[in-house]
């Protein structure tokens, strides 16, 4: 199976700098083993105005066949002879899409310390894929590309020529071309479509298929508007791993959705005060008041839930009574974004020894989360659509279970006072709810109630007397026995 990769340039940018980016010579062809045969690396032309690269995959059907899979989905062959005869070594598959991530591991990943500009620029790039399985056609080709920023050119390939009445096969040449995308981004879609088109991997899929899946769509899949259809055939139609993925997208918008629009009506409103004293942003109270009662509550192991990038725990760790402080999240690029912020690279070991960020679900129970003294969920739950809140319930108040548990959400009600917010608005565009006092009130007081926790209420932000504080926040204590008891009678 083969694929080719191609760019043009200029006199400044010449075309060749694809070697760079893709950490393959021009000038050399070089061969590596893979568990299934050969990945050759070539170059067809190779100057300043324009570069192509070819990635060729020699598949030994012996191999493949040997280490457990061969043709058909979930790897079980029609027949004995079809699993030493099938297009496994001549149409594109989840075998090249394997091939692509360990040959070009660095190019996926954005990284190239010798052009690192140009790994974070788009380039005109132009992909042909000569023999690719399309079970949904040409069409299915284009919803699944075109939305990504490609350009699309996609010809089914006939049967046979001679024959043209038996009609149309499976397969396609598809062309691919693109002024606005990454190479790292190009070859993740290719990483992540290419087995979806085909319907079938080579390899049995586990749960860990469901991390590789968000790394290669983050940024992209979330928003794609055939989500649902991506992750259930990439995850071989596993219904509780495509069930996980699917969660994990919805949850990715918790870091997208920081605090970047409340902060934007903080300014607006800043920017309209006339007072010589230009107020707190709304941000830094919340972070504030969570402090405050995190260090009431005596905690000195603090999870933060959603950290998003970082900012919470950039302010716990100022704090030598926090002593172990873990960030949580669902989107790497978030927690990227956060160890920049950080600079967890250059942090000392003292201090390098208090963090930990680490990727994870709130949808779901993790053995990670158990043991600490408090968790902060900071304008979190407000992003799930409710018939998620009680996955999200559990697995924080009854699972991990931490002694102290803050959850702070806007008041709806204090919308009104935002006067650059439409009436009837959201404070974000990802917001699924926003809840008034009463019924935040009436939620937590139900988890409270359910999972055997104490809970108190603070405004966070100025106490409007009409209509509350611009920020709530709930204050979830575990019970002592004996107040389990006296409640009980």
Same mark, same amino acid.
């Not at 992750?231 to 990715?252: G, H, I, K, M, N």
């Not at 959603?306 to 949580?328: M, N, S």
């Not at 937590?444 to 007397?465: C, S």
């Given at each position: 199976?083969?694929?080719?990769?191609?760019?043009?340039?200029?006199?400044?940018?010449?075309?060749?700098?694809?070697?760079?980016?893709?950490?393959?010579?021009?000038?050399?062809?070089?061969?590596?083993?893979?568990?299934?045969?050969?990945?050759?690396?070539? %170059?067809?032309?190779?100057?300043?105005?324009?570069?192509?690269?070819?990635?060729?995959?020699?598949?030994?059907?012996?191999?493949?066949? $040997?280490?457990?899979?061969? #043709?058909?989905?979930?790897?079980a062959p029609d027949a004995a002879l079809a699993q030493y005869v099938n297009d496994r070594p001549y149409a594109a598959s989840s075998l090249l899409a394997v091939a692509l991530s360990t040959v070009f591991s660095s190019a996926m990943r954005g990284v190239c310390n010798a052009r690192p500009e140009r790994a974070a620029q788009p380039l005109p790039l132009c992909i042909e894929v000569p023999a690719l399985p399309a079970r949904g056609g040409p069409d299915l080709v284009r919803r699944l590309f075109e939305p990504l920023g490609w350009a699309v050119t996609v010809e089914p390939v006939a049967l046979d020529s001679e024959f043209p009445q038996w009609g149309d096969s499976r397969y396609v040449r598809l062309v691919l071309a693109s002024q606005t995308l990454t190479l790292a981004g190009a070859l993740r879609h290719l990483y992540v479509l290419l087995p979806v088109l085909d319907d079938a991997k080579h390899y049995w899929v586990a749960p860990d298929e469901v991390d590789k899946l968000l790394r290669a769509g983050e940024g992209w899949l979330p928003g794609h508007p055939e989500?649902?259809?991506?992750?259930?055939? %990439?995850?071989? $139609?596993?219904?509780?791993?495509?069930?996980?993925?699917?969660?994990?997208?919805?949850?990715?918008?918790?870091?997208?959705?920081?605090?970047?629009?409340?902060?934007?009506i903080d300014n607006a409103v800043e920017a309209e005060t006339q007072t010589e004293e230009k107020?707190?942003?709304?941000?830094?109270?919340?972070?504030?008041?969570?402090?405050?009662?995190?260090?009431?509550?005596?905690?000195?192991?603090?999870?933060?839930?959603?950290?998003?990038?970082?900012?919470?725990?950039?302010?716990?760790? #100022?704090?030598? $009574?926090?002593?172990?402080?873990?960030?949580?999240?669902?989107?790497?690029?978030?927690?990227?974004?956060?160890?920049?912020?950080?600079?967890?690279?250059?942090?000392?070991?003292?201090?390098?020894?208090?963090? #930990?960020?680490?990727?994870g679900s709130l949808a779901y129970t993790d053995n990670r989360l158990k043991g600490y003294d408090a968790a902060v969920l900071s304008e979190v739950i407000e992003h799930l659509d409710l018939p998620r809140l009680p996955a999200l319930e559990y697995a924080v108040f009854g699972a991990a279970r931490p002694r102290t548990v803050l959850v702070t959400t806007p008041n709806v009600e204090y919308n009104v006072r935002w006067e650059t917010l439409p009436a009837g608005h959201v404070r974000h565009g990802d917001h699924r709810f926003e809840w008034?006092?009463?019924?935040? $009130?009436?939620?937590?007081?139900?988890?409270?109630?359910?999972?055997? %926790?104490?809970?108190?209420?603070?405004?966070?932000?100025?106490?409007?007397?009409?209509?509350?504080?611009?920020?709530?926040?709930?204050?979830?204590?575990?019970?002592?026995?004996?107040? #389990?008891e006296a409640k009980a009678a």
């Open positions: 199976m083969f694929l080719t990769i191609s760019t043009t340039g200029t006199p400044e940018r010449p075309a060749t700098d694809l070697g760079f980016l893709l950490h393959k010579h021009p000038e050399k062809a070089q061969a590596f083993s893979t568990s299934y045969g050969t990945a050759h690396v070539l %170059y067809p032309e190779a100057d300043a105005e324009r570069c192509t690269a070819g990635l060729l995959l020699e598949v030994d059907p012996v191999a493949l066949v $040997r280490r457990g899979k061969g #043709k058909g989905r979930g790897g989500q649902n259809l991506i992750t259930s055939r %990439y995850l071989s $139609r596993r219904w509780s791993l495509t069930r996980q993925a699917r969660e994990a997208l919805e949850l990715v918008r918790l870091a997208e959705a920081d605090d970047s629009a409340v902060e934007e107020p707190t942003p709304l941000a830094v109270q919340r972070r504030d008041a969570i402090l405050a009662a995190l260090r009431e509550s005596g905690a000195s192991r603090v999870l933060d839930l959603g950290c998003g990038q970082g900012q919470l725990v950039q302010a716990l760790l #100022k704090d030598p $009574r926090f002593t172990e402080i873990v960030g949580v999240d669902v989107s790497v690029r978030a927690l990227t974004i956060a160890s920049r912020r950080l600079k967890l690279d250059r942090m000392g070991e003292r201090q390098a020894s208090r963090v #930990k960020l680490f990727q008034t006092r009463e019924e935040f $009130r009436a939620w937590a007081e139900a988890v409270a109630e359910r999972h055997g %926790y104490g809970v108190e209420f603070a405004p966070v932000g100025p106490d409007d007397p009409e209509v509350g504080p611009p920020t709530q926040m709930a204050v979830f204590e575990t019970r002592t026995v004996n107040e #389990k």
